[in-house]
């Protein structure tokens, strides 16, 4: 076993940071004792739109390792740090991006934790991450499909413009960025009539349409679900026209 490096205040003085007890800390320290966990300021956290930029990330560095634990996707969830790791999404590193993104991915497991994500502002600064020159595309849209399994997510996807972007990808993105993309239009399909008519609008069909034929097998079923209530509600507008 990896013995870790740790600087006791520092790693106490961040814990205390996100309210967690002695107990908790112990705890912390005994079932992390095969990670390298780098000493950290709390400050950063406290403050995530003043400090120096590399503290910030090796701060995200650290909660990506605390966030794999079960306990910690709670404890993390409710703290300040959700809104720090929103934050470097927009102003961090591409390294740092990365380690927020994931982080946020962890933490968003927890279903409590998806509306404090998007309450946070990630979801303007995921949808920019989509421009596939960030080298950021997967990473952001997997984080995004947890996000759109709530109604907030759906709104804050739809109002910062993700629709288009998400039809791009269902045509142009990787094969698991087009599943992902798919299962978010999907959610964005159930949420309203008004999200499903933006999505028709924005031309989802045609690439619905060649997914459904040569996708992955998820993005093939997926195509193939969103495209089925698609005809059913078109058969229903019909039906009531005739009444």
């Known amino acids: 076993m990896l013995s870790v490096l740790i600087h006791f205040n520092s790693f106490h003085t961040f814990f205390k940071t996100f309210q967690l007890d002695f107990y908790d800390l112990f705890y912390i320290y005994i079932n992390i004792s095969t990670l390298q966990i780098p000493n950290l300021s709390s400050t950063q956290l406290q403050h995530p739109t003043s400090g120096n930029i590399g503290a910030k990330e090796n701060s995200a560095t650290t909660l990506f390792s605390l966030s794999v634990l079960e306990d910690y996707k709670i404890k993390i969830g409710r703290s300040v740090a959700?809104?720090?790791?929103a934050n470097l999404l927009e102003s961090g590193t591409l390294r740092g991006k990365k380690d927020a993104a994931t982080t946020l991915f962890n933490l968003s497991i927890f279903h409590e934790n998806k509306a404090r994500i998007v309450q946070a502002g990630a979801v303007k600064y995921l949808i920019e991450l989509m421009d596939p020159e960030t080298g950021m595309v997967d990473k952001a849209i997997a984080l995004l499909a947890n996000l759109s399994t709530i109604p907030e997510g759906c709104s804050a996807i739809a109002r910062e413009g993700g629709i288009l972007i998400?039809?791009?990808?269902v045509e142009t993105g990787s094969d698991r960025g087009k599943e992902n993309a798919a299962s978010i239009l999907m959610q964005l399909y159930?949420?309203?009539?008004?999200?499903?008519?933006?999505?028709?609008?924005?031309?989802?069909?045609?690439p619905l349409v060649a997914l459904s034929q040569s996708g992955t097998l998820r993005a093939r079923q997926k195509a193939q679900q969103i495209l089925s209530h698609f005809h059913s509600q078109r058969e229903g507008i019909i039906a009531e026209a005739k009444s």
Not at 166 to 169: A, D, F, K, R
Not at 190 to 206: D, F, M, R, T, W
Request: proline share 4%; glycine share 4%.
């Open 82 to 85: 959700v809104k720090s790791l």
């Open 166 to 169: 998400l039809v791009e990808v």
């Open 190 to 206: 159930l949420h309203s009539h008004k999200l499903c008519n933006l999505v028709l609008q924005e031309g989802a069909i045609p």
